[in-house]
Structure formats: structure tokens, C-alpha cells
């Protein structure tokens, strides 16, 4: 048996002037009344017993209860008699309720997967009670809690809340799950008791252990006009629904520290917390747009020693009341507390391990889109590190690297980006309006690709090659159809002075090798392996097999030599030849080699390159020009935000 009681015996006073004297569990919300929602989810979860608690309204809502609409689900009445609060209610009904059994208020509109719900409490049995909590867009007008990182409740914070106080956007969604046993102690305490207000602080504080079950699905209360008018709004265009955990959703997963806030080398406290601007106005664009958002960070200030959870938890709460105010707000935080090295006077050995969730390993990527049931192909990943960049390829989800932070010139990592955008304000911008212009350009070259074809994407430095080769594989994938790109500047020579002409930089020869291995992949994956060379900017080595490319994969060679690769092997029918405007696309050649320490050299052999170029990409089969959605480069903007000493030839600093 799976039982749940609802508080409905409200007096609704705030909602008068709309429902009159009708009690608020049978306000409509979209030719249904609320308590018929809530009996729908319950029966569609496997709950086949409700207790009603009634006070105010109790002989309409019997009424209801025996009319043509009445649910499929056993509903009992209680009369609650003299008001007692939330908690003071359910201590009088423990005699009629089951051994375990979840709270719901008779005002809220809840759209949240309670057999998951269930199935995460059960997993705590010593637990006196699972909490469901979900950050949103007003949390200073709600009770909000603090969570270890077990996912224990150490504190409540019950609303009105200090004016000045940092706290965590963790509010109490008003849905339990309860274990009689664990509340019996509590029977003889005075009325009036609310759980968030007195009941759950005096049972934390007792020794008892309440868990919290973070979900990002719908749940509001409808206690005041403006409420009720929004729930029934969010019915009225689908966002309930599509709120659930039922279905997969697309998300943007978001690194701290240089993405979203100064990088300062370490951060340990809150007080140094600086945010960028624009990041609260962005994230509440994804926020309305109904994507989930979390943030995934290596934080191995833990491992050494130089902060512990609590201070992390303040960290991140500065952090929820900065973005509060802009009405933004992340569904989950997850952080790697690990480091791999010892050494550090005052570091925790037990953290000094080598795990899958510092990234660049996939651990934290993979946990929340479980967590958040995400659609791996439909998400993102923004953050400013080759370890961010890693951490997404690993786990098949697209990454956009900003230039604040490390800007990608961390050089820990032999990961390049195929999307790049200065900020996080710009990649969020780029996810909603920009990414689906691209899209539309690329919708005849899209239609025309195939399993176990070759594409070649080339065209002048800083034309949006890497953009169209990066679009082009998510598409497709999202499609079911296997892609991978092959970037070919992990070709480009620096072991020695480059060659005659202008493909001279590269090892033209060993491309047209992994070129005719790749044809391999029909009968078994095939792995390239690119030469060890340092890289096309004189970068540190990396240590990193090549691409993998699976059975049935479309394979999209994106680089400056992609045509004369093409022309070399006979493939000019899969040419792509993107084109730029040239005054924009020198600003940006100009900034990305000042931004990468780029040598002289090298500006030299671009330029020497663009002539040959221009002449391939006459030739080739199609084009395509993202004039106008790629921008020139960021104005007023150092490189590097912060670290003029991280140029491209340092190793940079392990975050």
C-alpha cells in the first residue's frame, strides 16, 4: 500500500476576492479542480489510499468528491476540527495513517514523479523523512534549508529571511514523505506546529534525520491570486507537464569558476566571490526558456585542506542570492572534491584520489543528466577549461568554451572546441537565438549526409569552420545517425620549420593515411591517431588518443586543409567551403592570435594560406556563410580576464 494525506482544510482568505467561499483545493485549474490533479498524479504514481484532511469547504469538496469526476483512488475525510497548523494536523491523524506516507497541501500544483520520489526515500531507511526541494525564481519569500553533501538537512531557514543574508536557493516545495514512527514523539507537542517553521527545525535539532530530495520538476502553491492566475497559465501552455522527470529534457551544464565568476586561484571564501556581469539575466533566459541548468565544478580546494563543505555551501549560496536577484536560479550544484596529487600541507588524504568527476572525467556531466533525466544529444556544457571541453566529449554532450577564465588556454588537455563564444551571457545567447539560425543555413547540407560518408569542412581561419563541423555532428546525432569530427589542426606541424607552400605547416601525407584508415569503420571502429606534435600554436604536448570513429559514423574533417585533403583523395563532392566576410574575419584572426601568444610566424603563414584558399573553396561542392551570427571579437576584453601570465605555451593551473 502506497498512502498519501492532503492538507486541505485551508481557509483561503487571500484568495476570497477569486473563489468566494469555495474551498482552495477545488479552484479550477483548466476545467479541472486542483484536488483532482493532485488525485490524478497519485493514482498515476501508484498511490492507492488518500486521507483528506478537511476543515473550511469540507462539505463542497465531499460534494465533489461524489460527483461524475470523482477519482479511481480511495479518498477517506478527516475533519480536522480546530486549526493546528500543517504539522499539528497530520500528529492528530497519525493514529489513521500508514507506516510510511506522503504530504501533500491541499493549495499546490504538483507535477513531480513520486515513484521516484518514493523510491529515493526508501533508500534512507533510518531516515525520520524525505523533503523535496527545488530552487526557483522567489526565494525570498519562501522557507529554504541548507543540505550536506550526503543530502542530510542540517538547517532551516523559514521565511522572512534576513535582508543582508547569503542563503541557499533550496526552498521547501511542501511535499514529504513521512515515517509514523519517527513523528509519534512529537504528538503531545502544542498547536499550532507548522513542519517548516517549528517541526522540522526542533526534529533537526533533536538528532533526527531529515533527507532532502532535490527535483527540478513543477511544483506551486496557488495561495494568492497572482499565483493561482500563473498556475493556470503554466497548464494552459504545456509547461507543467513538461516539466516532469518522466520525459528526457535538454539542459546546459555550467562551470564556476572563470565562466561564471572571476577565477582567483582557489576560491575559499564567499567574500571573494565576483560574479560576471550579465551571467543572473542569462541564466534566467534559460531558466524561462525551460531548460534545466546546473553547475558542474572541480573544486579541489576540498582535497587540500583550504575550505570545507561549509564554506563551499556559502560559496554557493553568495552566489544564489547574487543570481536571485535577477529571478535566476540553477536546479543543481555538483562538485568534484578531489585531487589527484599530494603534497599540500593540511590536505585531506582521503580525498587525494584519483575519481570519475574531476573533469576532465565525465562523472559530474553523467550524474546530473541521470539526476536531471537530460537528453544528452539536446544539452550543452559551457565552460572555460580543456578539462570542461573533455568532460563533455566524454559524456556526447556539446560544449561551448568562453573566453574568460582559462579561455581554453589552460593547455591540460588535447581538446578543442567546436563552439566558442566570449561569455557566458554570449553562449547563452548563442544556445537560444543563434544556434538554430546556424542550423537553418546548414538544413540542405544536413539532408544530403549519410552513414559512412566523408565531409570536408574547410574554408579561411576564423570563418566558422569549426561551428559547421561542430553543428553539423550534434544534428545529425541528435538524429540517431553516429558522427565525429576530426579536427585537423592536431596535424599541424611544430616538431620543425614548416615546408614549401601553404601546406607546409601540416603532415599532409599522414592525413591521407587516416584518411584511407578511416574507411576501416564500416566492419569495426576505427581509432585515429594523430602525430605528437605540440600543436598548430605552439602549445605544451598533450597525451591523447585520437578520435574514435564507430561503425556507420559520418565523419566531418574540419580544418583549413579539409579541400586539399579532399582534392588529394578524389572526394570533392563532400566539400564544404564556409565563407566570411573578410573585415570581421580579420578582427577575429587578429584577436584569437593575440589571445593564444601566437607568433609572428604564424600570422605569416595564415596569410600566405588565405590566397590558396580562396582559390579551393571556388571548388567546392557547397557553402554556406555565418555572416552576422559569429560576431568580430569582444571589444574592451583582455585575452585572459585575469591571468595575463596564462599564455599558450604554460601548462596552465590544475582547477
Not at 614549401?500 to 599522414?510: E, K, R, S, T, V
Request: aromatic share 6%.
Amino acid at each position: 500500500m502506497r498512502q498519501a494525506i492532503i492538507l486541505a482544510g485551508g481557509q483561503g482568505t487571500r484568495l476570497r476576492s477569486v473563489l468566494g467561499d469555495l474551498p482552495k483545493s477545488l479552484a479550477d485549474v483548466g476545467g479541472t479542480p486542483l484536488l483532482g490533479h493532485q488525485l490524478r498524479l497519485l493514482a498515476r504514481h501508484g498511490f492507492d489510499d488518500v486521507v483528506l484532511l478537511v476543515g473550511h469547504g469540507a462539505d463542497q469538496i465531499r460534494a465533489w468528491l461524489a460527483g461524475p469526476q470523482r477519482p479511481s483512488i480511495p479518498v477517506r475525510l478527516l475533519h480536522d476540527g480546530t486549526p493546528r497548523g500543517t504539522a499539528g494536523a497530520v500528529l492528530a491523524a497519525l493514529p489513521d495513517l500508514a507506516a510510511e506516507f506522503a504530504v501533500l497541501y491541499g493549495d499546490t500544483m504538483p507535477e513531480v514523479d513520486l515513484a521516484r520520489f518514493w523510491a529515493c526515500h526508501e533508500v534512507d531507511p533510518a531516515a525520520a523523512g524525505s523533503l523535496l526541494l527545488h530552487a526557483n525564481d522567489h526565494p525570498r519569500d519562501c522557507d529554504r534549508v541548507e543540505q550536506d553533501s550526503a543530502g542530510n538537512i542540517v538547517r532551516f531557514h523559514p521565511h522572512p529571511h534576513p535582508k543582508r543574508a547569503w542563503l541557499p536557493n533550496l526552498v521547501n516545495a511542501a511535499l514529504y514523505i513521512l515515517r509514523r514512527d519517527a513523528l509519534a514523539a512529537w504528538r503531545d507537542a502544542a498547536p499550532p506546529l507548522d513542519f517548516a517553521k517549528d517541526l522540522f527545525p526542533r526534529m533537526v535539532s533533536a538528532g533526527a534525520r531529515l533527507r532532502g530530495y532535490q527535483s527540478p520538476e513543477y511544483i506551486m502553491d496557488i495561495g494568492t491570486p497572482a499565483r493561482l492566475d500563473r498556475v493556470r497559465r503554466a497548464f494552459a501552455d504545456g509547461a507543467i507537464g513538461r516539466a516532469g522527470l518522466e520525459q528526457p529534457r535538454p539542459g546546459v551544464l555550467i562551470d564556476r569558476d572563470g565562466t561564471l565568476n572571476r577565477d582567483v586561484s582557489h576560491l575559499r571564501r564567499a567574500e571573494g566571490l565576483e560574479v560576471f556581469p550579465g551571467v543572473g539575466a542569462a541564466l534566467r533566459r534559460l531558466n524561462q526558456a525551460e531548460w534545466r541548468t546546473a553547475v558542474i565544478t572541480n573544486q579541489p580546494v576540498l582535497a587540500r585542506g583550504q575550505a570545507d563543505e561549509a564554506a563551499l555551501r556559502r560559496i554557493h549560496a553568495r552566489l544564489d542570492t547574487e543570481l536571485a536577484v535577477d529571478g535566476a536560479y540553477f536546479d543543481r550544484y555538483y562538485y568534484c572534491p578531489h585531487h589527484p596529487d599530494a603534497g599540500v600541507p593540511g590536505e585531506v588524504a582521503a580525498l587525494k584520489i584519483v575519481c570519475d568527476c574531476r573533469k576532465p572525467a565525465p562523472g559530474l556531466v553523467l550524474r546530473a543528466a541521470r539526476d536531471l533525466n537530460l537528453d544528452p544529444a539536446a544539452s550543452w556544457v559551457i565552460g572555460d577549461s580543456t578539462a570542461d571541453l573533455g568532460a563533455a566529449e566524454a559524456a556526447g554532450v556539446s560544449a561551448i568554451l568562453v573566453r574568460t577564465g582559462n579561455g581554453g588556454l589552460d593547455g591540460r588537455h588535447r581538446f578543442e572546441p567546436g563552439f566558442t563564444q566570449p561569455d557566458f551571457a554570449a553562449a547563452v545567447g548563442f544556445i537560444l537565438d543563434d544556434y538554430r539560425r546556424i542550423v537553418d543555413a546548414g538544413a540542405a547540407l544536413l539532408a544530403a549526409m549519410h552513414p559512412n560518408q566523408d565531409w570536408f569542412v574547410g574554408g579561411p581561419a576564423r570563418s566558422g569552420k569549426s561551428t559547421v563541423a561542430a553543428m553539423l555532428a550534434r544534428e545529425l546525432r541528435q538524429r540517431g545517425q553516429p558522427a565525429v569530427v576530426v579536427q585537423l589542426d592536431a596535424w599541424a606541424r611544430t616538431d620543425a620549420q614548416p615546408g614549401p607552400g601553404a601546406w607546409g605547416g601540416y603532415a599532409i601525407d599522414l592525413l591521407v593515411e587516416a584518411l584511407g584508415r578511416a574507411n576501416g569503420r564500416r566492419a569495426a571502429p576505427v581509432e585515429l591517431a594523430p602525430p605528437a606534435y605540440a600543436g598548430r600554436f605552439g602549445r605544451s604536448e598533450w597525451s591523447r588518443p585520437g578520435p574514435t570513429l564507430p561503425p556507420g559514423a559520418t565523419v566531418i574533417w574540419d580544418g583549413v586543409v579539409a579541400l586539399e585533403l579532399a582534392r588529394r583523395c578524389g572526394r570533392a563532392d563532400r566539400t564544404i567551403q564556409v565563407d566570411a566576410a573578410e573585415a570581421p574575419r580579420l578582427v577575429r584572426v587578429r584577436h584569437e592570435a593575440a589571445r593564444r601568444g601566437a607568433s609572428a610566424a604564424w600570422r605569416e603563414a595564415e596569410a600566405g594560406e588565405h590566397e590558396t584558399l580562396v582559390r579551393l573553396g571556388m571548388a567546392a561542392a557547397h557553402k554556406i556563410s555565418l555572416d552576422g551570427l559569429l560576431g568580430a571579437a569582444p571589444s574592451g576584453r583582455t585575452p585572459l580576464e585575469h591571468r595575463p601570465d596564462a599564455v599558450a605555451h604554460g601548462p596552465g593551473r590544475r582547477r
